[in-house]
Nanobody
Framework: QVQLVESGGGSAQAGGSLRLACVVS????????MDWFRQAPGKEREWVAE???????SVSEFVKGRFTISRDSAKNTLYLQMNSLKPEDTATYYC??????????????????WGQGTQVTVSS
């Protein structure tokens, strides 16, 4: 059974930093797409960042230059380093995983595995 467990959320002042972690267990596929999404109250869930088993990383335009995605394979942990936080970064952050087959999914609903989410609140 695949489990993704996020941690590291909390409160921060604008301009501050937080690092989210997502511990992955039970994932036996040899390839992966691992992503961070977020969802603010009243809004749709949106994609934030991705790393895949080919070593590619990407982040959305609204966090580019501020957020960095990484993975520690020895710890089976996905990270999201968030710097220069803004109040509009306030959301519940979710990690998600899916096997890499030709390309990573482009539709949120295609992701097989999700964590329960961790809340990030940024005050001005």
């Amino acid at each position: 059974q695949v489990q993704l467990v996020e941690s590291g959320g909390g409160s921060a002042q604008a301009g501050g930093s937080l690092r989210l972690a997502c511990v992955v267990s039970g994932y036996t596929h040899s390839t992966y797409c691992m992503d961070w999404f977020r969802q603010a109250p009243g809004k749709e869930r949106e994609w934030v960042a991705e790393i895949d088993s080919d070593g590619n990383t990407s982040v959305s335009e609204f966090v580019k230059g501020r957020f960095t995605i990484s993975r520690d394979s020895a710890k089976n942990t996905l990270y999201l380093q968030m710097n220069s936080l803004k109040p509009e970064d306030t959301a519940t952050y979710y990690c998600a995983a899916h096997p890499l087959v030709d390309a990573c999914p482009i539709i949120l609903d295609e992701y097989d595995y999700w964590g329960q989410g961790t809340q990030v609140t940024v005050s001005s």
